[in-house]
């Protein structure tokens, strides 16, 4: 696949699932702005690929998106490519949140995809083309229990998927998600330790209690979603737009 001439901005771009998609996207030839809350973290992963730069973002403050997207469409041109790929989790049961765990789930995992899009979407539509790839969950299709925040703010996120999409679709610029299920990642061997840590399991028995959702009995790489966001980006994907697609190992929604 051939890239080149294509900006691509991807948001938590410096670790895990964001910087297996940069470095895919990167060798296929593109631009890439990495946007983060770390940025000396952005700019060590960026000078790992020619093109590439860092930028500091803060995905729920409006002011925040707002100058970084100006930054990156004055350095690196306009935005041809966005993966919304920042996020978070954290896990309570349901009686114990409160309003404030409620609004950071939402702030960093839905309101930060709303945010970025709306600053890159009405340019590409005034274009015609580009592409919007946002990354959900498997719990933004059916949710997982103790995340009742986290898996409403990802079914949000699909949802804002599939209206864009059909807002977008008489043009060349295609809306998508993509779900992944638990991926080998910082975040989930954090959530490892914490759940061995609560339940006095070994950290082998709670990996198993989260690959058990999983029918392959394993988790995602991320590189696994990095190929399926490349997809997206190429030429033949255009017929695909609106979907959520599960990177799950056969796991059914």
């Not at 593109?30 to 690929?49: C, F």
């Not at 999409?165 to 998508?176: C, F, G, I, K, P």
Request: net charge neutral; charged share 20%.
């Amino acid at each position: 696949m051939n890239l080149q001439d294509s900006h691509a901005v991807i948001t938590g771009g410096a670790t895990g699932i964001g910087l297996s998609i940069f470095h895919a996207l990167a060798d296929a030839g593109a631009r890439t702005s990495l946007l983060a809350r770390n940025l000396a973290r952005a700019e060590r992963a960026a000078g790992e690929k020619p093109g590439a730069r860092g930028f500091r973002i803060d995905v729920t403050q409006p002011e925040s998106v707002e100058a970084c997207f100006d930054e990156c469409v004055r350095v690196q041109g306009p935005v041809d490519i966005l993966v919304n790929n920042a996020g978070a989790v954290e896990t309570l049961p349901f009686h114990r949140m409160d309003a404030q765990h409620w609004r950071r789930m939402l702030d960093v995992n839905l309101t930060g995809v709303f945010l970025c899009a709306r600053a890159a979407y009405p340019a590409m539509l005034e274009r015609g083309k580009g592409r919007i790839i946002n990354i959900a969950s498997t719990a933004g299709l059916k949710g997982y229990a103790y995340t009742a925040a986290y898996a409403a703010a990802k079914h949000g996120v699909i949802g804002l998927t599939r209206s864009l999409a059909l807002e977008a679709a008489r043009t060349a610029l295609t809306v998508n998600a993509i779900c992944p299920g638990f991926t080998d990642t910082q975040m989930v061997r954090e959530g490892v330790q914490n759940i061995s840590a609560k339940t006095g399991r070994s950290a082998e028995q709670a990996l198993e209690e989260l690959v058990r959702h999983n029918p392959q009995k394993r988790l995602i790489s991320p590189e696994e979603v990095a190929q399926a966001v490349l997809w997206l980006c190429s030429p033949a994907s255009g017929a695909v737009n609106g979907q959520a697609i599960a990177i799950a190992g056969g796991e059914v929604m």
